[in-house]
């Protein structure tokens, strides 16, 4: 499928890697005002804002957004959608509650934008179907190169059993707040990683968390930590797919 839909960059300062892409048109807008004025006159796919634009957070934003939409339901419809960057675990809270889509500032955003642009909604995948790593989609993330991610993951697997305890510990303490945002940072690295069952897992753990059941929460990190094990092996057993 051919792309050459046009993406709202919204309260971006500086230059994103993202607006290399080809046959897509990035333009930028620094406040509210430039961004609702831009949608008016063009049609996006995407919009991609940051949570903070000038002196209001992107909630407010959301709701200009859907007033937009709304305006336009009998005469242009408006279908864009909105993805938020931020590395800010508060403000990743903030966005799932307010059901907001939102990505770490700081992964791959490529595979990420060419799937939204794609796709009408987003496939729930379920754990039967998830790969244990989706060799795929890990190097459509780093641009195909193999070597750096198989090094990359190489020091991962050599200390994720230190990412483990940073869960565990504050969990059997009943230090919720704390194991929770251990869970979310490890969860962002296994997302980038593509170890999907892994992934899904840890959603599963981080939910657990956030109700406060901690024996069941205690069995899900066993999971977790089979699921990783499994990876681990899976990654070994397949080395010769990191070879350019």
């Known amino acids: 499928m051919k792309h050459k839909p046009n993406i709202l960059l919204v309260?971006?300062?500086?230059?994103?890697?993202?607006?290399?892409?080809?046959?897509?048109?990035?333009?930028?807008?620094?406040?509210?005002?430039?961004?609702?004025?831009?949608?008016?006159?063009?049609?996006?796919?995407?919009?991609?804002s940051k949570f903070k634009i000038e002196n209001t957070n992107v909630?407010?934003?959301?709701?200009?957004?859907?007033?937009?939409?709304?305006?336009?339901?009998?005469?242009?419809?408006?279908?864009?959608?909105?993805?938020?960057?931020?590395?800010?675990?508060?403000?990743?809270?903030?966005c799932k509650d307010n059901e907001l889509l939102f990505y770490p500032a700081d992964l791959n955003l490529k595979s990420l934008i060419l799937k939204l642009i794609d796709l009408p909604r987003e496939v729930q995948q379920k754990m039967y179907q998830a790969a244990i790593i989706d060799f795929k989609e890990l190097f459509i993330r780093v641009d195909n190169n193999r070597e750096f991610i198989k090094g990359v993951m190489a020091k991962f697997f050599e200390v994720w059993e230190s990412r483990i305890e940073d869960i565990r510990i504050p969990l059997a303490n009943k230090e919720y707040t704390k194991a929770k945002n251990a869970a979310h940072k490890l969860k962002g690295v296994l997302a980038n990683f593509s170890m999907q069952k892994a992934r899904i897992t840890i959603?599963?753990?981080?939910?657990?968390?956030?109700?406060?059941?901690?024996?069941?929460?205690?069995?899900?990190?066993?999971?977790?930590?089979?699921?990783?094990?499994?990876?681990?092996?899976?990654?070994d057993s397949n080395q010769d797919l990191f070879k350019n």
């Not at 993805?83 to 508060?90: E, I, K």
């Not at 981080?206 to 089979?226: G, P, R, Y």
């Open 59 to 94: 909630l407010e934003f959301a709701k200009d957004l859907e007033a937009l939409k709304s305006y336009y339901s009998n005469n242009t419809k408006k279908q864009f959608k909105l993805l938020v960057l931020t590395s800010s675990p508060t403000e990743e809270i903030s």
């Open 203 to 235: 959603v599963d753990l981080e939910k657990l968390i956030t109700e406060e059941d901690q024996k069941t929460a205690n069995f899900k990190l066993i999971e977790l930590i089979d699921q990783i094990e499994r990876a681990k092996d899976f990654m």
């Open 11 to 48: 309260g971006f300062q500086n230059d994103l890697e993202i607006e290399s892409l080809p046959n897509i048109s990035f333009i930028k807008a620094q406040s509210k005002a430039q961004a609702v004025e831009q949608l008016i006159e063009n049609n996006f796919a995407l919009i991609i």
